[in-house]
């Protein structure tokens, strides 16, 4: 019984392969502007990394917001509930997830069965999306993945007054020309955005477990400034968080073709 | 029995691509006198007496409201900043008087601009009051008077009883007509979509009601018997302030919900209900604007807003509800918190969305709304 998902972000497209609760295969590509064409390259990544092709796929479910583009799917159902559905398939403690998109976040928070029970969404302002990091970590001259490891050898972040984006790029660049150090800055943004995120989550009702889905929980210095906002721990998952939409999308297929 | 789309929808999406139709241009050709007006606290009926005839203010298509920005605060909502917009853009240039209600700060900004800015031949603010109690009936029954002998003496109209009964006549003959076509939502395969429904409604509400009912009528004729085979997951009922592009719903339903009941100041829950005459056709029609207006400006009538929308649940079998505020509307900002609450409280899923006036964001309203549907284990 093999199910896939399919996951086209406004980054970044992911795909699942998955058999019962195996993890056969996944692939993460660069999102183009064609959503169709993301879709059909990352698929062939991850059938290949799981050595089948795609006659061996019995149900594609499609997610994400070119999710109504992808040529192969079968049903397509929101990012919403796949980010929920793959995060208490991994752990079924689960009650709130935080999913931190390119574009968006959103607060979700479940029941025991893992049904969402609230949700909330960012989605008019880019302050607290990927995004915001990536603007910030070209700024600093940084690779994104760097941004978390460099914020841990802080000795006094930053305290960034603006939230948006635009303004908040301009208070970098102010602080870089008085020749404050990146990781003070790295710190500084971070905790910004974790700032951010925390007002949102709390709108949904914290309640543990808790953890982050999408790219941006693969910051560390993010998921800590989290920690500290919220004062609770986040549940490290043990799949890649931004594998999370994709593979909540192979578990709803997997549950189309009978499977639980 | 057909199932293909209705045909006369056509007509009423004509009208609605310019803020003033076809048939205002029509009527203003025949000597009539278009009155615009922004609040459902303007009672229509008395702008129908004798040659008047209402517009309600919409900006179709506005793409930008940089002559308003001037004027206006980044804070105040993009319904008033694009109606004023298209007011300094001479886009309401037929418009031969203003009728307006000071309904928020927001909407007091726009009149004052307004009046400002274009130095209009005749403007009336209705000071409309806050509570519904017999002494702000009385009030407002004054003010109405005020406002119809204001329109006489100005326009040279025929304000008088038999007159204004002959108004109220024809307004109660679109309310009805409305009503008919409404309740076929409340059927299990309803014979026409919300987005649809809503196109009607706007067209009606932006032309004369003279010109625009037989077009109604023919709409009736051709859905009365129609049966939907049309798919969908949930029935939805949509509420909040001011909704004027019928996109909000078409990419509502386009996610697998049928909009079956409307309850915002354009639609027609509980706006489009007759007037009953029995006297002073003004009283008459100060009784009818309480009774049709529920509006959170008014005090001390919370329950009455809250329990129109819970019995349109059941009378429409409506499965969740989504409310739909403009960013920056105080009014619908804070009543939507304790509306959220006591409909989940009662077992009624809500979505709350945020949106500007003209429809944006299609992607993540698409993904709400989806994930919304989903969450109902639809």
New interface residues.
């Given amino acids: 019984m093999i199910a896939a998902g399919c996951d086209v972000g406004s980054l970044t497209t992911k795909a699942v392969i998955l058999n019962n609760t195996r993890l056969l295969g996944h692939a993460l590509i660069g999102s183009s502007f064609n959503p169709e064409k993301s879709a059909a390259e990352v698929m062939e990544k991850a059938l290949a990394a799981a050595h089948l092709t795609m006659d061996d796929i019995g149900f594609c479910v499609g997610t994400g ?1 070119g999710r109504e583009r992808i040529g192969f799917v079968k049903k ?6 796949c980010h929920a559905k793959g995060a208490h398939f991994l752990q079924p403690s689960m009650r709130t997830i935080i999913d931190i998109g390119g574009q ?1 976040c959103k607060a979700i928070r479940l029941d025991e069965k893992g ?3 609230k ?1 909330m ?1 960012n ?2 302002c880019a302050s607290g999306t990927g995004r915001f990091l990536e603007v910030m970590a070209k700024l600093l001259g940084l690779e994104l993945e760097e941004l978390g490891r460099i914020s841990g050898q802080t000795t006094q972040p930053i305290n960034l007054a603006a939230t948006c984006t635009v303004w908040a790029q301009a208070e970098v660049i102010m602080h870089l020309n008085d020749g404050m150090s990146k990781a003070d800055l790295a710190a500084g943004i971070n905790e910004a955005m974790a700032a951010r995120i925390a007002i949102l989550a709390r709108s949904v009702g914290i309640e543990k477990d808790v953890c982050m889905t999408g790219g941006v929980a693969k910051n560390t210095g993010v998921i800590q400034a989290m920690e500290k906002q919220l004062g609770i721990p986040m549940r490290r998952l043990r799949v890649d968080p931004q594998m999370m939409g994709a593979l909540g999308a192979a578990v709803f297929a997997r549950e189309r073709m009978g499977g639980r | 029995m057909s199932t293909e789309e209705p045909r006369v929808i056509k007509v009423f999406e004509d009208l609605l691509e310019t803020p003033q139709n076809r048939l205002v241009e029509q009527a203003s050709q025949d000597g009539r006198i278009p009155i615009g007006y922004s609040c459902s606290f303007v009672p229509e009926a008395l702008l129908m007496a004798d040659r008047l005839f209402p517009v309600r203010l919409h900006a179709p298509g506005v793409a930008g409201t940089e002559l308003a920005d001037n004027y206006l605060s980044s804070l105040v909502c993009s319904y008033t900043r694009s109606i004023l917009e298209f007011a300094m853009d001479d886009r309401y240039d037929l418009i031969r008087g203003w009728v307006t209600v000071p309904s928020c700060a927001h909407m007091q900004r726009f009149i004052d601009n307004l009046e400002y800015l274009k130095r209009p031949d005749f403007i009336h603010v209705i000071d409309a009051p806050r509570k519904v109690n017999e002494s702000t009936l009385k009030w407002h029954e004054e003010e109405l008077h005020m406002l119809a002998d204001k329109l006489s003496s100005h326009f040279s109209v025929d304000m008088g009883k038999a007159s204004l009964m002959k108004a109220i006549d024809e307004w109660n003959r679109f309310c009805v007509i409305m009503n008919r076509i409404g309740d076929l939502r409340k059927t299990p395969n309803p014979p026409i979509t919300g987005s649809e429904f809503h196109r009607v409604v706007m067209a009606s509400l932006a032309s004369p009601k003279d010109l625009i009912l037989p077009h109604i009528e023919a709409f009736y004729r051709e859905i009365e018997n129609r049966e939907s085979t049309r798919k969908y997951r949930a029935r939805l009922m949509v509420v909040g302030g001011h909704l004027h592009d019928p996109e909000f719903i078409r990419i509502i339903e386009s996610q697998g919900g049928l909009v079956v009941a409307d309850r915002f100041c354009t639609g027609s829950i509980p706006g489009l209900i007759p007037v009953h005459v029995n006297g002073d056709p003004i009283r008459a029609l100060a009784e009818h604007t309480f009774e049709k207006t529920l509006c959170p400006r008014m005090m001390e009538d919370f329950d009455r807003r809250l329990n129109n929308i819970l019995d349109t649940v059941k009378e429409y079998r409506v499965d969740g509800v989504v409310i739909e505020i403009i ?1 920056f509307c105080d009014l619908w900002g804070v009543d939507s918190m304790p509306l959220v609450s006591a409909l989940r409280k009662v077992g009624i899923p809500v979505l709350k969305l ?1 949106r500007e006036y003209r429809t944006t ?1 299609e ?2 309203l698409r ?2 709304v ?2 919304f549907i ?2 109902m ?1 639809r």
């Fill in positions: 917001y397509t159902i929101s990012e919403i509930s968006d049904e969402i029970v949700f969404t989605d008019k | 960013k945020e964001g992607g993540q993904t709400r989806q994930a989903e969450s284990g």
